[in-house]
């Protein structure tokens, strides 16, 4: 007698087309949010990557967001032929320039501080972008910089009138940014929801539609 052995596929139930077929689910794993503290670590950022800290991990009033990126080393290294190695555990750790761009929350819109003149939008919409760079300081500096300074902090107004500040500092890569460091570098740009800081603003956007 012949005994045919039919071989079934590993993971198809036998029981014809509409057995119930079994199969082993994926793991999915969710991003788990950072922490404030991960979000300061700069061992895991590595030089172009950006990382952007929204209120929930930041919890400064009156920034939106903060978006942290790693531009990589102020200037290349010397590397020495050779070092001890005592002598190169004492080798400091190597300064990056870090980029941080504070986008302003909705209640800081300039929109209806420049409004006040719809045949010539544009220019006044102009006046309100030197009257922030006027309140903030970032007009031209009366002294040379050298050639090693850090960029400038620049202002965007863009074309709904929302405000971002781009500002850079220094910190050794692999390190952390200190808390109180981070906080003092936000309360810069954190007071234009004030509204007195509104309305000196709104004077300084009048002086220069005018001037």
Do not use: C
Not at 1 to 10: L, S, Y
Not at 149 to 161: I, M
Not at 194 to 208: F, G, H, M, N, W
Request: hydrophobic share 30%.
């Amino acid at each position: 007698m012949t005994v045919t052995i039919t071989r079934q596929p590993q993971g198809i139930p036998a029981g014809g087309q509409f057995a119930p077929l079994t199969r082993s689910e994926p793991s999915v794993s969710l991003d788990t949010p950072l922490t404030r503290e991960q979000a300061l670590d700069l061992s895991t950022l590595v030089p172009g990557e950006s990382r952007t800290i929204g209120r929930d991990v930041h919890g400064i009033d009156g920034i939106e967001t903060i978006t942290l990126t790693d531009k990589g080393p102020l200037r290349k290294p010397s590397v020495p032929l050779f070092i001890e190695p005592s002598a190169a555990a004492r080798v400091a750790p190597e300064n990056h320039l870090f980029e941080l761009r504070y986008t302003l929350p909705a209640e800081a819109n300039l929109k209806p501080l420049y409004e006040f003149d719809d045949w010539s939008y544009r220019r006044a919409r102009r006046a309100a972008q030197a009257g922030i760079e006027d309140l903030a300081g970032l007009g031209p500096k009366p002294w040379p910089t050298p050639g090693s300074h850090l960029p400038e902090t620049t202002v965007e107004l863009d074309e709904e009138g929302d405000l971002a500040f781009t500002t850079y500092e220094t910190y050794p890569q692999g390190g952390a940014i200190d808390h109180e460091d981070f906080e003092s570098w936000a309360s810069e740009y954190s007071g234009y929801t004030d509204p007195k800081t509104r309305q000196e603003l709104a004077l300084r956007i009048q002086d220069s539609y005018n001037s």
